[in-house]
Every structure is written in C-alpha cells, then in structure tokens.
C-alpha cells in the first residue's frame, strides 16, 4: 500500500536554527514527490516537485532533496515567517492523478 | 491570475441536512480534485476529474458522497444526510493539462456537522 510518512510531528526551532524535516515514502514506482507549505486556516500552498533520486531544488531558504527512498526539506536559518505546517505528497503511476499526503510537520520558528 | 475560489468558506448545519460546495478552479485547468481534511490528519483524496468525466471516485467514502463537474468549469461537491464524521475542511485543487503535475490548492471549506 503506498503510504507518507512524515516527522517530526512537530519542531520548535530559535530563528537562524537550521534543521531538515523528514519524508518516508513507500510507493510501488513513483511519478513525482510534492512538497506543499500550509497556514493555519489556509489551502495547501505548492513548494516542490522531485521526480528521481538525486534531484534537489531550492527555493529562498529552503532546499528539497530526493533518495530512493525518502526526501527531506532542508530550512537554513529559518526566520519566523517560515513558521507553518509543512505536507509531504507522493503521486503513484497508476490510473490516476491523485496525491497521497502524509500528516505534516508543524514547524515553529522562534524570534 | 486568481488562483482556486472555494465556497462558502464556512459552513455549519445540522445532521442529516445535505450540503453543496463549490469549487471554482484556475481558469483553463483541466484538471480537478476534491480532497478532505480533518482534524490533525493528512489530506484524503475524495475525487478527481479529467474535463468533466471523473476517472477516479475511489476516495468518496460513502454513497451519500457525489460530485459532478460543468465541462472544465466549477464543481459542486454534495454530501447527503451529512453526520458528524463528516466534519472536516473540504480542499479543491486543479491542475493544468500537459506535463506539469502540480496541483494548485484553494482555501478550503470548513464543514462543521452539529
């Protein structure tokens, strides 16, 4: 069964504290890996896509990276705007264009 | 451009009353999918559809759950005799046709079930 798994569940971080979120992923042959940033009270808002193992993209101070079996969000020196909930999704080849989302991870970041 | 518009934003009612929520995509994307979600879980896929045929409707939970899409235009979601496991935030997403996979969020809308 494809299944995201991500942690952890929550990080308190001091401002300019860098760190790396985790996502495990089981997926029989995937199709894309998708990072989305939420707000509170908010739509998911789009950050990455990752296709191979290898890959890596950067946006502002963060930077996604791609292992065959996991990816991970790297934060460098995270301010407090970057406080949010961050969703981890992968896209299976089969008949369908559906996302399947792990739980988050509920990052705060201290002044 | 404007991005995805859901409404209403905010929506209470009673058990077993139905609801309609809409969902308005980007324009020109033909791609859309309704995904729910509650409290402290992930996203669940409900639905998706191509145009206005849906490929995919193994998410809806129940029969009281149904869908349907006007050409690449608006999509109404209806739960039926709703109960209170369906209290949740409701997410449409769209996606535009050819080669690019990502799947742009509206704002949600929250469903509360008394």
């Known amino acids: 069964e494809d299944q995201v798994t991500q942690s952890p569940e929550a990080l308190r971080l001091q401002e300019g504290e860098s760190s790396s979120l985790n996502c495990s992923y089981t997926v029989s042959g995937l199709r894309g890996l998708f990072w989305y940033r939420q707000d509170p009270g908010k739509g998911p808002e789009f950050l990455f896509t990752l296709y191979s193992a290898g890959e890596e993209k950067e946006k502002e101070r963060l930077k996604a990276t791609l292992t065959k079996k996991e990816s991970f969000l790297h934060i460098t020196a995270p301010k407090p705007e970057d406080s949010a909930t961050y969703l981890c999704?992968?896209?299976?080849?089969?008949?369908?264009?559906?996302?399947?989302f792990g739980t988050g991870t509920r990052l705060q970041v201290f002044p | 451009g404007a991005g995805v518009s859901q409404s209403p934003s905010n929506k209470v009612t009673e058990k077993g009353k139905d609801v309609e929520l809409r969902c308005d995509p980007i324009s020109g994307h033909t791609a859309l999918y309704w995904y729910r979600q509650r409290l402290g879980q992930g996203l669940e896929f409900l639905i998706y559809f191509q145009g206005n045929s849906a490929p995919d409707k193994s998410g809806l939970p129940s029969d009281r759950f149904s869908a349907e899409r006007t050409g690449e235009s608006v999509s109404t979601l209806t739960i039926q005799r709703t109960q209170q496991e369906d209290s949740a935030v409701y997410l449409c997403?769209?996606?535009?046709?050819?080669?690019?996979?990502?799947?742009?969020f509206g704002p949600g809308t929250r469903l509360t079930v008394l």
């Open positions: 999704a992968v896209q299976a080849p089969r008949n369908t264009d559906k996302l399947i």
């Open positions: 997403a769209s996606r535009p046709g050819g080669s690019g996979n990502e799947q742009f």
